[in-house]
């Protein structure tokens, strides 16, 4: 089973920063590697697929890249709303599995 | 607009089998492939398992030998079996569709249900 690490486990910042979280693999996953958002009550949010494609609606301060082992999801300019955990997921092998989050608190 | 939504009970007792149902609204659930994903309080996600509308299925080596997902086109439902529970299985399970994006490699969730809690505890 790949393992997937993410780093840090609570970022905080305040509105305007640049956030960048890393999700790294235990082995390769080429670049079938997804970023998903969730706030508290709600289900995860597909931002990011493929590595580095934003799916449907997803502003573009939102941003992955990364392949292989080492995944970067950078927000460019906070707003209040994407303060939340962010969990990366890969779809290279069965079974796909999921990092253990980072939160993204307000400063 | 897709929609999905889980239904079944809340409350299972240790040792019984959970059992739930996906809803399809707003696509056939004879395309791509259909999801069962559960979350511990305060933990990551795990994936369960899939089904392919033909009925072809993939579960996670951790529950293989007690998760079931089965498929009901004419229902446009999907539904997840989980035999001999315990504490550990509580959880917010989710139900989720798996579709091939614009230019994506591989196929991913992008949507989900709300997601219903399911304890068991006696």
């Known amino acids: 089973e790949i393992v997937l690490t993410q780093s840090p486990a609570t970022l905080s910042l305040s509105p305007g920063e640049r956030a960048t979280l890393s999700c790294r693999a235990s082995q390769s996953v080429s670049s079938y590697l997804a970023w998903f958002q969730q706030k508290p009550g709600q289900a995860p949010r597909l931002l990011i697929y493929d590595a580095s494609n934003r799916a449907t609606g997803i502003p573009a301060r939102f941003s992955g890249s990364g392949s292989g082992t080492h995944f970067t999801l950078t927000i460019s300019s906070l707003e209040p709303e994407d303060f939340a955990v962010y969990y990366c997921q890969q779809r290279s092998n069965w079974p796909y599995t999921f990092g253990q989050g980072t939160k993204l608190e307000i400063k | 607009q897709v929609q999905l939504q889980e239904s079944g009970p809340g409350l299972v007792k240790p040792s019984e089998t959970l059992s739930l149902s996906c809803t399809v609204a707003?696509?056939?659930?004879?395309?791509?492939?259909w999801s069962w994903i559960r979350q511990p309080p305060g933990e990551g996600p795990e994936w369960i398992g899939n089904i392919y509308y033909s009925g072809s299925t993939n579960y996670n080596p951790s529950l293989k030998s007690r998760v079931t997902i089965s498929v009901d086109t004419s229902k446009n439902q999907f539904s997840l079996k989980l035999t001999s529970v315990t504490a550990a299985d509580t959880a917010v399970y989710y139900c989720?569709?798996?579709?091939?994006?614009?230019?994506?490699?591989?196929?991913?969730?992008?949507?989900w249900g709300q997601g219903t809690l399911v304890t068991v505890s006696s």
């Open positions: 989720a569709r798996e579709s091939p994006l614009e230019k994506a490699l591989v196929y991913y969730l992008d949507y």
């Open positions: 707003g696509d056939s659930i004879s395309t791509y492939y």
